[in-house]
């Protein structure tokens, strides 16, 4: 594999920019405001509350609300602010990745709503609206098993990369894919690709991804630890 | 843990109205007064103009889009404008996210209204090909943080957005080329400026600007939206009423508070 | 300000003609058909009731649903039955007006339905509206504080007047107020301007508007006490 | 003060049952006789045609909207017709104010179809050039008073709105011009006009236009549009069942009521 | 009446093949996949069971829930997925003439799932789906007063025939009659027809359809029979 | 009468735990096998192209719709393709017939990528016109009998309906004439086609191709779609969580059955 510079001047495993900001959002239990290259995502924590109508609700457990949302004005045509079929797979597995982080168990009944706005995207959208949320959940004192720490990996112009952004995922032999860890257990919670690479490809982006995960929950780390300096100790 | 909403907003009220004994407000704003804007433009880089207005911590997020599209039936010559406001859960815990509430509607038409009324966008200037192709202005607002007046921040958000944008490049179809953009900005007649005053009314007294806590505490919204000595739009809100006196005095402060509020939007770089 | 005649004969404080009838409606518990000018619009109250879903009731007060609805057949070109955001504020705003007028804390837990429907429409349908509304509710013969009365006032072609019809309300420089007042209180309870008019202007409209509100509510009290000759006496 | 509707409406049964038992309606009406019916033509000035129909204490209004649309691919020489039938709270206490009930589609569809049988209208003079544009009809009909046999007020008073009917006149472009008619009318063969007759089957016995007291006493409705001495259309509702001879029967009834209700909708003026 | 064969060879009072497969479906309480001519459709019957929300429920008896739906795929045009006002109307109907056979006062306060989709349509899907949908019901075990057997007759080309097919449908002078009986009680618990037909020729169409609905008959009594051997008998 | 589907559901997963417990199946299947798989084409005489796949209970049946529409502004020179599941009462008690769910919305968007990823179709040779008309081809897929890994079975049923389908004439408008067909089949590269392999994960074990039960007993699913010895694509379900570990064994395994599942599918005639 050539070591090329990205167009944006990157080297192959680095990351674009990443910028968090805990509690932007006063009214919510718990928010996190994240820039990740172009992408400007908000997310926000309420609950666990009750929930309506009742039989939706589950006895064992809370249910997680969780939306993924693009604003109209996060893409170059306005976007129709009606969700489609993407938004709602993504709001899906998304959802499920935070809950095998949070311990539901403890709230039967009950729903925790996790909102989140994607003001810009430029790729990437669906891991940093995750790290975002997982942030705002452990910005809401949820119980938490560890935090979900997400990025993309992938190939684009022959090179493996990670964290494509829009220029180099439509690249003609483009692979995109996004994974969420919960860490620092390592464990796969989310895991979605696309593209045509060989299973040797497959493996090593793997293996990339995985160490920009890490590199992800260290950020969200330091991020908590400045403003839950006890905490934060604690959460390892 | 999250609060019991009602419990907390009723508290709120309580501590409002307590103040209120003693003519305070419990940030010692005037009763005439507004918090402390911060309006700050190009803040959402996908969009054609946009602008993060800060009223205390109240926070409204503006972006502008600008499509091609065909003239109304009506006015074959003008372009046209659509306002849409968005309250979801992001935006306080009151909300939900769903099918678009009626508040956010109410919201929405009154901010679209204020800068309808003050014709400040020379419509006819956005016209293409007479009967077949203008220019499409969607302005779209997202609350990031309510705690009270919306209408205001939105307002003064949507017109900073406005004058924060660009029009895109169209090619010989008269699509648009996404991502570039003319020199020219939108036609806006600075002169014309809109700017929106709402005050609540609590037990007989009227506070401008208020916060979430007050517009609990008060059952009467009452929004003014002003150009320099003229009156441009009025919307009463919520199941209060209010006499003919206090509605002439709020249009006089509403007056009053013009150019304080054109310059924090006008000035802006 | 010029005394000229308007387009249809009026003088500038004249309204439309208006006709009211109470009890029209068999079924309803109060009803009211309205025709104000070329406007006919029919008003029926239902309630108070069980309200489903049960979450969504009040326990201090009746919630008022009020629907402000414009027939396909109003308009000249066709109007689409599914409500657009203008009648749904309408509605909003019109059921705040009326929620002033009613005692709702007597019916907690119970929603009352305020439905009207314009068959034609020729401008002031909203005031038109509400204040057959108002009389639907007294036929209905919940407890009121008093009447919501209301008109439209503003300007047209240069001219100061109340009660704009169409024609007058698409000229360019048309102002238009719409205001509902509880009457005899004279407390407004719904105020919704759109123009560009110094605040001179604005002042004398606003008075001119309250006058054809007090005229507005002199008809309501004939039509009532025409109906319930006592009960309509001890309204005052 | 509301009552409980579901008690009421079952009191109202048992009265109209109590009734039949000595072989008499409430009303003192022949089993075989509708109720009184008047039409008025005209009542709303922005329809191009409209009629208000009372049968009894039951009231619809109708009104007639002519556009101009592109054809169905498989009639490209046709004009087009769409019947829709609005219950909303206004209607009744049994109705709600929101997406259409079944009840409101299946009884919109019953009056469509038995005017859409008919032929009475010429779907080919409603062409304006084929393949590209020809005109539709809207018929919207909104019950202002429920009290039984919506189906047949419907129907009467859809053909008459449609009778009552202008074309509109319309622009080079084909475009409607709003509020100015020519002085043609619909292409209504007047020896088609299509009559519903409804019957409720209320343990055994077959009731012509029910009240809504008797509907309630019924579990059987039946249908049948006739023209001339022609079914043109049959619907059997609710969940009750009819015998051949049932239905032969009311066939007969339908036929001999036919030119008492032609007359009606045809001899206004 | 002349006796001339149709298009595809049969006399005016033949019906199309029918297949009957009872217990096709290892998810429902009781299913049929009905093969009709051309037409292809599959009925479930679930319930009786809980339903939500509650206040949509009937205390005095189960709610019939009949869907019919044709799939996207049956119709030469693709058929969009959301139900139109025919789909609404026809699943009513045919839930009423289903309710006519079915016990429901015996399962207060539930609701009987009955789905029907057709697959392939070639004309007299909803008698189809009716008499597949009554199969299922009693594949289903629900108590019963007896079948619901349907059949469509009608006129084409100046023949009154039996069954007809899409192209004998599409004939300028074509009257179409649905009906449904409860049997063996030979009780009309479905009728719709559309046609313009004299009265004398109606009254024939309706024996004709009659006969065709008591083969429907034999043909469903034979396949419980078959299925169940003993229940079959108890039927009659 | 109904069960308690919940009930059903738990002990059903009890029974797959128990057996497991002995690194045994309920079926006796070895862990890393599919269930019997039939493959029956041309089912749906109205669609263009179809296929009802069984995989052991699931059954699913899957109809091709070949349209004529415009092409995507991005892609002038292209076809389109879109892949659609349903799941409803008919699929199983855990089903309700309605707006579509958000698992049956995850199931199409997987199989969606499956066959998108490998680039089986070739797209540009359904082109039409450029930037004017182009073939869309729909994919509707009805689950008629859910018990488990209905993402696979929803693949192979797709594929198999592609590969039936025939391009139906278009008149001189470029309009489909219905029911008459060239006799051209799909541009589908043989050497591309996609397979789908899933896996749940119950306490540690994987199991190829789930049942319903051994999904209740599990909280993770994954779905890997392979092509020869390439990946194409990956989704992780539900709630639980994988070790990289896992992942790149259910790799090696999926492409390990490449070939006999290709192999059904092609050999169809």
Same mark, same amino acid.
């Given at each position: 594999?050539?070591?090329?510079?990205?167009?944006?001047?990157?080297?192959?495993?680095?990351?674009?920019?990443?910028?968090?900001?805990?509690?932007?959002?006063?009214?919510?239990?718990?928010?996190?405001?994240?820039?990740?290259?172009?992408?400007?995502?908000?997310?926000?924590?309420?609950?666990?509350?009750?929930?309506?109508?009742?039989?939706?609700?589950?006895?064992?457990?809370?249910?997680?609300?969780?939306?993924?949302?693009?604003?109209?004005?996060?893409?170059?045509?306005?976007?129709?602010?009606?969700?489609?079929?993407?938004?709602?797979?993504?709001?899906?597995?998304?959802?499920?990745?935070?809950?095998?982080?949070?311990?539901?168990?403890?709230?039967?009944?009950?729903?925790?709503?996790?909102?989140?706005?994607?003001?810009?995207?430029?790729?990437?959208?669906?891991?940093?609206?995750?790290?975002?949320?997982?942030?705002?959940?452990?910005?809401?004192?949820?119980?938490?098993?560890?935090?979900?720490?997400?990025?993309?990996?992938?190939?684009?112009?022959?090179?493996?990369?990670?964290?494509?952004?829009?220029?180099?995922?439509?690249?003609?032999?483009?692979?995109?894919?996004?994974?969420?860890?919960?860490?620092?257990?390592?464990?796969?919670?989310?895991?979605?690709?696309?593209?045509?690479?060989?299973?040797?490809?497959?493996?090593?982006?793997?293996?990339?991804?995985?160490?920009?995960?890490?590199?992800?929950?260290?950020?969200?780390?330091?991020?908590?630890?400045?403003?839950?300096?006890?905490?934060?100790?604690?959460?390892? | 843990?999250?609060?019991?909403?009602?419990?907390?907003?009723?508290?709120?009220?309580?501590?409002?109205?307590?103040?209120?004994?003693?003519?305070?407000?419990?940030?010692?704003?005037?009763?005439?007064?507004?918090?402390? !804007?911060? !309006?700050?433009?190009?803040?959402?880089?996908?969009?054609?103009?946009?602008? @993060?207005?800060?009223?205390?911590?109240?926070?409204?997020?503006?972006?502008? @889009?600008?499509?091609?599209?065909?003239?109304?039936?009506?006015?074959?010559?003008?372009?046209?404008?659509?306002? =849409?406001?968005?309250?979801?859960?992001?935006?306080?815990?009151?909300?939900?996210?769903?099918?678009?509430?009626?508040?956010?509607?109410?919201?929405?038409?009154?901010?679209?209204?204020?800068?309808?009324?003050?014709?400040?966008?020379?419509?006819?200037?956005?016209? !293409?090909?007479?009967?077949?192709?203008?220019?499409?202005?969607?302005?779209?607002?997202?609350?990031?943080?309510?705690?009270?007046?919306?209408?205001?921040?939105?307002?003064?958000?949507?017109?900073?957005?406005?004058?924060?944008?660009?029009?895109?490049?169209?090619?010989?179809?008269?699509?648009?080329?996404?991502?570039?953009?003319?020199?020219?900005?939108?036609?806006?007649?600075?002169?014309?400026?809109?700017?929106?005053?709402?005050?609540?009314?609590?037990?007989?007294?009227?506070?401008?600007?208020?916060?979430?806590?007050?517009?609990?505490?008060?059952?009467?919204?009452?929004?003014?939206?002003?150009?320099?000595? =003229?009156?441009?739009?009025?919307?009463?809100?919520?199941?209060?009423?209010?006499?003919?006196?206090?509605?002439?005095?709020?249009?006089?402060?509403? !007056?009053?508070?013009?150019?304080?509020?054109?310059?924090?939007?006008?000035?802006?770089?």
């Amino acid at each position: 594999m050539s070591e090329e510079k990205r167009h944006d001047g990157r080297k192959p495993n680095d990351l674009r920019p990443i910028e968090i900001k805990l509690g932007v959002n006063k009214n919510a239990d718990g928010s996190c405001l994240l820039t990740w290259g172009k992408n400007v995502v908000l997310a926000t924590v309420h609950g666990p509350k009750q929930m309506f109508p009742k039989h939706l609700s589950n006895p064992s457990k809370a249910v997680i609300d969780y939306k993924y949302r693009m604003a109209c004005i996060s893409t170059p045509e306005r976007k129709s602010p009606v969700p489609g079929k993407r938004d709602k797979e993504i709001s899906l597995v998304s959802g499920n990745a935070l809950e095998s982080a949070i311990m539901v168990e403890q709230f039967p009944n009950t729903v925790i709503e996790i909102n989140t706005l994607i003001f810009t995207a430029d790729a990437g959208t669906r891991v940093a609206a995750l790290t975002a949320a997982s942030l705002a959940a452990a910005d809401a004192g949820l119980p938490m098993k560890g935090l979900i720490s997400s990025v993309a990996g992938g190939r684009s112009n022959k090179q493996l990369v990670l964290d494509l952004d829009k220029q180099e995922e439509d690249a003609p032999d483009a692979v995109d894919l996004a994974c969420a860890m919960l860490m620092p257990q390592k464990e796969i919670a989310l895991l979605q690709m696309d593209g045509f690479v060989d299973i040797k490809e497959t493996k090593e982006i793997l293996k990339n991804t995985v160490k920009g995960i890490e590199t992800v929950y260290d950020m969200q780390k330091k991020a908590l630890i400045e403003k839950y300096p006890l905490e934060g100790e604690i959460n390892e | 843990m999250s609060n019991d909403n009602e419990t907390m907003n009723l508290l709120a009220a309580q501590k409002v109205k307590e103040s209120l004994k003693s003519s305070k407000r419990l940030d010692n704003r005037d009763f005439n007064d507004f918090r402390e !804007i911060t !309006i700050e433009k190009g803040v959402i880089s996908s969009a054609d103009g946009s602008a @993060k207005v800060k009223l205390g911590d109240t926070e409204v997020i503006v972006g502008v @889009k600008i499509n091609v599209g065909e003239p109304y039936p009506d006015s074959p010559d003008e372009g046209s404008m659509m306002f =849409n406001l968005e309250l979801s859960a992001i935006s306080g815990p009151d909300f939900y996210t769903g099918p678009p509430s009626l508040e956010s509607v109410e919201y929405g038409r009154v901010a679209d209204r204020a800068i309808r009324s003050s014709e400040c966008i020379d419509m006819k200037k956005l016209s !293409i090909i007479s009967g077949e192709k203008m220019y499409m202005i969607f302005i779209d607002c997202y609350v990031t943080n309510a705690d009270g007046n919306l209408i205001d921040a939105a307002t003064i958000a949507g017109m900073a957005a406005l004058l924060d944008a660009k029009i895109p490049k169209i090619d010989e179809n008269n699509k648009i080329i996404y991502g570039e953009y003319t020199d020219q900005k939108l036609p806006i007649d600075m002169k014309k400026i809109p700017v929106s005053v709402s005050f609540e009314n609590i037990d007989g007294q009227t506070l401008l600007d208020p916060t979430a806590g007050e517009e609990f505490a008060g059952d009467t919204r009452f929004s003014v939206a002003v150009c320099d000595k =003229n009156i441009i739009s009025f919307q009463k809100g919520k199941t209060g009423t209010l006499s003919l006196d206090q509605i002439n005095e709020m249009c006089e402060i509403a !007056i009053s508070k013009y150019d304080q509020i054109k310059k924090k939007i006008c000035d802006l770089k």
